[in-house]
Each structure stands twice: as C-alpha cells, then as structure tokens.
Nanobody, 124 residues
Framework: QVQLVESGGGLVQAGGSLRLSCAAS????????MGWFRHAPGKKREFVVG????????YYADSVKGRFTISRDNGKNTVYLQMNSLKLEDTAVYYC?????????????????WGQGTQVTVSS
C-alpha cells in the first residue's frame, strides 16, 4: 500500500558525508512516523533513527548521535538521512521504514513498510 524507494547510497571515504533519500508513494506516509534501519553483513538489523509524523521529534541510536540527521518533507513525501563523519562501521544496507504508530518518541517498534535498501560503503 505504501512503497518506499531509497536512493543516495554509494562509496565514501571515512570521515566523509552522504545523504540518503526515501521517496514514498501509494498511500501517503505523511501521517506516519518514518525512519531508517541498517543491516550489515553478519549482524542483526539495527535501528538508526526515527522521526515523528510532523517532524517535531526525532530519536537516534547512540551509535549515530551527533553524526546523522534525519529530516522530512511531507509535501514531497520524502525523508532524508544526512550522514556526516562516516566511519567504517557505518557500512551497511540502509532501509527506509514506515510505522503508523502515533509516537511522541519515534522508536519505530512496529514497522509496516520497508524500502528495498541502499548500500552505503565506507572505506579507508
């Protein structure tokens, strides 16, 4: 019902920056919390960040606090992830997600829709 398409992944040197985009289509996602997860080889899927329906509050994993910034443009049905000061351990496939829970703190505990993922590779 909601389709999510990520873009912006690629290869970047450690310390560099990258911006991911997630475009939503189908049923509008502007009324829902959105966020990002990542999955590195040999590791469990990891929560990265969530943002509330209105964009008034965000919640970041400790591993990315101060380096990553999520934002959304409801008029474009798009969410962004600005990633700065990238580290080797940030290498993963990054997935956009939608959660219809009316969060105050967007922990993204009940994801219903996932994007296809975009690869982020950080090299030294």
């Amino acid at each position: 019902q909601v389709q999510l398409v990520e873009s912006g992944g690629g290869l970047v040197q450690a310390g560099g920056s990258l911006r991911l985009s997630c475009a939503a289509s189908g049923r509008t996602s502007s009324n829902y919390a959105m966020g990002w997860f990542r999955h590195a080889p040999g590791k469990k899927r990891e929560f990265v960040v969530g943002i509330t329906r209105t964009g008034d509050n965000t919640y970041y994993a400790d591993s990315v606090k101060g380096r990553f910034t999520i934002s959304r443009d409801n008029g474009k049905n798009t969410v962004y992830l600005q990633m700065n000061s990238l580290k080797l351990e940030d290498t993963a496939v990054y997935y956009c997600a939608v959660d219809r829970t009316s969060y105050i703190t967007p922990t993204m505990r009940a994801v219903e829709y996932w994007g296809q993922g975009t690869q982020v590779t950080v090299s030294s």
